[in-house]
Each structure stands twice: as C-alpha cells, then as structure tokens.
C-alpha cells in the first residue's frame, strides 16, 4: 500500500499512474476510519481505476480548540482498515505545514446561505474551514468523483456547492449513514464515548425515527417541542439543537409545502461529547 505525506509525491504519483481514461475516486477524511468510511472508499474502488482516501485532522474547521486535541489520531490503524478493503488504495496524510505552508488561515466562503444555518450557526468559521481544506484537496488528488457520507449532509450540501462555485470538474456523491447496531450513527467521536454512553446514546435515532412519524401529521413546530421535551427529560443529554429544515435550502421549516423534500438535523452532547445525525423525513 502507497502511503504519501507531501502533495509533491502525491501529484507525481498520481500523474505518472492516471491518463485521460482512468477515473479517479477520492475519499477525504479526519481518520479514527470506521465502517461508514471504509463504506465510501468501497464505492469508490468500485467505480473508479485509482482510489485516493485522505487522512488529515483539518485545524482550520475547529472553532472548540478542546476538540480538536482531543480529535483522535490513529493513523496506523487506518491503514490497516484500508488495507481490508484494498492494498491498492493510495493513502495521503500530510502535516499540516504541507497543506497551509505556514499559513493556516481559513479562506473566507460564500455559500449562498447554506453556512448559516445549524453547524454554521452553532460553530462560527467552521464551513470556510471545510470549504477551505476540500478545495485545496480536489486542486491536489483532481479526482473524478469524490465520496462523502450523509451524516454530515450540511457538509455535503456545501461541498456539491462549492463545486458549483468555483466550477470544479469533480462529481460529489452522497453515501448512505452507517449505523451502530444500535441506531447510533458512525462517528469517529463515537471512539471518545464509554460503553454506557455509547448504549445510552441510542436515544438520537430513536428520537429521529419518532420525529420522523410524528412529521406525516404534525406541524414542524410541534415535532421540535416533543424532540426538545424528549431531551429536556435525559439529564445525561444536552440538545444543542434540532431543525426540520428544507434539504435544498437548509432554511427552516415554518410551513410544509408538499413539493419540498425536508430533513430533521440534530446536535447533542453527551459528556461534552459533540454527537450529529439526520434522517430523511419524505
């Protein structure tokens, strides 16, 4: 397995392997890999000659400098799950220095609203820094296709838009969540919790199926309030927020229409433990 920690020996790689006929798959990622993003590098195996995955903790889309050193490193292990997938698979984990070269500041984004709302408005600064590190990646790897989990659907939504943007030839496919047996959606963060916790935390995608049901008949409003009291009752549990909201716009919603797709987003935290999921309320 090829492991690169400069973009120099990447790109020469890269360039020396891949000609105007080889599709070329990329998955990015923080590592402490898990089964949704060994799920992604398979897509992309799957439909692409070369397959790129990125491991790079980005420091620029942290606004809780805690969390950030807490983030868990793990690279060895991460190369030995990417190994169960394929050993064909390029590995690129750079430092820091080499993505910013001492610069590590976020370039300022505009994305038409859809950083403003949940993690943009509970995290300030921390879409600039996602735009900022996956438009230095795709300048980097230029993959064809590039896979991204919909647990993070907001991310998503703003990738496929910073795409738009700055008319980048990439194509960017959403992958289904990857879930615990329990319901817990996979996250790396989920390596932090305790086992308890971990089994208590059950709780966010039994809330999410109930919204869910509850939303064929009730109003957005009233969906919310029983989220809100569902949590308000688990005193191990902060809901930091939970939006219904439009899946193009990401706007709230106040009033269904039947000709919009809408999605539930949550936050919590558990022992200050920062948990996101989402569910497809259509």
């Keep these: 397995m090829l492991v690169f920690n400069t973009q120099?020996?990447?790109?020469?790689?890269?360039?020396?392997?891949?000609?105007?006929?080889?599709?070329v798959g990329f998955v990015p990622t923080m590592g402490a890999l898990h089964a949704g993003h060994l799920s992604l590098l398979e897509q992309s195996i799957k439909n692409n000659a070369?397959?790129?995955?990125?491991?790079?903790?980005?420091?620029?889309?942290?606004?809780?400098?805690?969390?950030?050193?807490?983030?868990?490193?793990?690279?060895?292990?991460?190369?030995?799950?990417?190994?169960?997938v394929s050993d064909t698979i390029i590995v690129f984990a750079p430092s820091v220095d080499d993505i910013y070269h001492g610069n590590t500041v976020s370039q300022h984004f505009d994305f038409d609203g859809l950083e403003h709302q949940m993690e943009g408005r509970f995290r300030p600064g921390h879409f600039d820094g996602v735009g900022t590190i996956v438009k230095r990646l795709f300048e980097i790897v230029k993959p064809d296709n590039a896979y991204f989990g919909e647990k993070d659907f907001q991310q998503l939504q703003i990738v496929k838009k910073l795409v738009?943007?700055?008319?980048?030839?990439?194509?960017?496919?959403?992958?289904?969540?990857?879930?615990?047996?329990?319901?817990?959606?996979?996250?790396?963060?989920?390596?932090?919790?305790?086992?308890?916790?971990?089994?208590?935390?059950?709780?966010?995608?039994?809330?999410?199926?109930?919204?869910?049901?509850?939303?064929?008949?009730?109003?957005?409003?009233?969906?919310?309030?029983?989220?809100?009291?569902?949590?308000?009752?688990?005193?191990?549990?902060?809901?930091?927020y939970f939006q219904i909201a439009d899946e193009a716009t990401l706007l709230p919603c106040i009033r269904k229409s039947g000709s919009k797709k809408y999605r539930a987003f949550i936050a919590v935290f558990v022992n200050k433990i920062r948990l996101i999921d989402t569910i497809s309320l259509n």
Excluded: W
């Design 8 to 23: 120099l020996e990447l790109v020469s790689h890269l360039n020396a392997v891949s000609g105007k006929k080889t599709s």
């Design 50 to 84: 070369v397959s790129v995955i990125s491991i790079f903790v980005n420091p620029t889309q942290f606004n809780n400098a805690e969390d950030l050193a807490k983030y868990p490193k793990t690279l060895e292990a991460d190369i030995q799950k990417i190994k169960t």
């Design 164 to 240: 738009s943007k700055y008319k980048i030839p990439v194509k960017v496919i959403g992958c289904p969540i990857f879930r615990e047996p329990n319901g817990l959606a996979m996250s790396s963060r989920n390596e932090r919790l305790s086992s308890e916790e971990r089994k208590n935390a059950a709780i966010i995608y039994k809330t999410m199926k109930q919204a869910k049901k509850l939303f064929a008949n009730k109003s957005a409003k009233e969906v919310t309030k029983f989220v809100e009291r569902t949590f308000q009752g688990n005193p191990d549990f902060e809901l930091e």
